[in-house]
Structure formats: structure tokens, C-alpha cells
């Protein structure tokens, strides 16, 4: 689900062929809005397909991308980065390898419950464009545990109420694991839902992107 709050949003996903039986998924959330989060946006799709040849290895992918963003963004005397979270369903390996590049860690659901995967700080990296040379952890979990996994963009966390409080990665995290027994369709709307409710006004304040996998892992 892609809800942008103009027609130049800096929310973006991608859902890249690694290899047969290899996917891999990622969302991004460039810095600010209007033309210059644009065309970051576009230099980000230009360096996705330069590093296709890494796509299989989340952390090498990411520090691709970082490399690239770092020597582009450096001449610019404006800050400006991009988080990310990239994750690749392995079929042949049987497991799910991912890289955080300080974004919101995905929602892996399994039979044991919903968890946040890299969010531990030694477990992400910094935003992409900010430092060269960083480095991004991969981390890795079994297919055969994994129901389904959720990738997200903050603007949903950060939404906030009447009083100014944010809806929380926790309570996003609750809600994921309250959708299990929907179908991945209407799971995906349920969150929408659920966060608008919680909104002022019954809108979002920032661009939201929301992608969801199937799996089936542990039923």
C-alpha cells in the first residue's frame, strides 16, 4: 500500500528478482519532500539497478547504495539521506537475510508471536548517504519460522492523535500480530485502518508505504 501526501513523495519501494527463487524487498524514505526528494528518489532507482549484482547480499547492497548516494549527495552543502530496510526471501537457503539502514525494522510474524528484525544498534547501519565507507549488518532468520513480513516507512508510526502522540512502533507491532488470521490483502488495510483511526483529523501527516509478503513458514 502506497499512500503519498503529494505527487513528489520521498516514500519508494521496490520488489527486485535476485534469482529464481530468490526475491528481494525494499522501502526507502528520502529525506523531506518536493523536487529535491524527487530526484533523489530517481538517483536511488539508477543506483537499485547498478547494484543488482548484490542484490542477493542485503548489507553489500546497501553499502552500494550508500557509496554511490555518498559520492552524488557529498558535493551538495544541503544534508540530505535516505533510510532504508532491505530484505531477501532465499528459497534455496530456506532463509530470510536483511540490512537496516536506520529505518523502522520490518515485522517478522511467526507462529510464536510478531518481532521487529534490526533494531538493535548493532544491528543497523546509519542512513544511506551520510558517511562513507559505513557498513551494514545482515541479519538472518529461517524461512521455516517466518509467516509473514511486513516492510514500512515511519510515516505510519509517527502519525499522531489529538494530544500529539505518535501511534508507536509497539503498537504498530501489536497490530501486525492481530492481522494474522486475515488474508495479506485485507491484513494491509487493517493497519491502514487502524493508524487512521488514531490519526487527527483521519489523515496522514507524512508519506506512508506499506509492503507485505506471504510465507507461510510455521503453520
Keep these: 500500500r502506497y499512500v503519498p501526501t503529494s505527487g513528489l513523495a520521498g516514500d519508494f519501494y521496490e520488489v527486485i528478482e535476485v534469482g529464481p527463487r530468490q526475491a528481494g524487498l ?90 521487529q528484525l534490526a533494531v538493535d544498534s548493532s544491528a543497523r547501519g546509519p542512513a544511506l548517504g551520510l558517511i562513507r565507507g559505513a557498513e551494514f549488518p545482515t541479519v538472518r532468520m529461517p524461512l521455516s519460522k517466518l509467516v509473514r513480513l511486513f516492510l514500512f516507512t515511519d510515516g505510519l508510526v509517527e502519525t499522531e492523535d489529538c494530544g500529539g502522540a505518535p501511534f508507536s512502533e509497539k503498537r504498530l507491532v501489536e497490530v501486525f500480530g492481530q492481522c494474522g488470521e486475515l488474508p495479506l490483502e485485507e491484513s494491509l488495510d487493517r493497519v491502514l485502518a487502524r493508524v487512521l483511526e488514531h490519526s487527527q483529523g483521519g489523515r496522514f501527516d507524512d508519506d506512508v508505504c506499506l509492503l507485505g509478503a506471504e510465507l507461510g513458514g510455521g503453520r
Design 26 to 115: 525494499l522501502v526507502c524514505d528520502v529525506m523531506g519532500h518536493g523536487v529535491r526528494s524527487a530526484l533523489v528518489v530517481a538517483m536511488l532507482r539508477g543506483l537499485i539497478e547498478k547494484e543488482q549484482k548484490r542484490s542477493g547480499k542485503p548489507g553489500r547492497f546497501l553499502a552500494g547504495l550508500n557509496a554511490g548516494l555518498h559520492a552524488i549527495l557529498g558535493r551538495s552543502e544541503v544534508t540530505i539521506f535516505v533510510t532504508a530496510f532491505y530484505a531477501v526471501i532465499d528459497r534455496d537457503s530456506g532463509e530470510l537475510r536483511c540490512a537496516n539502514a536506520g529505518h523502522p525494522g520490518a515485522v517478522a510474524v511467526t507462529a510464536e508471536g510478531p518481532r
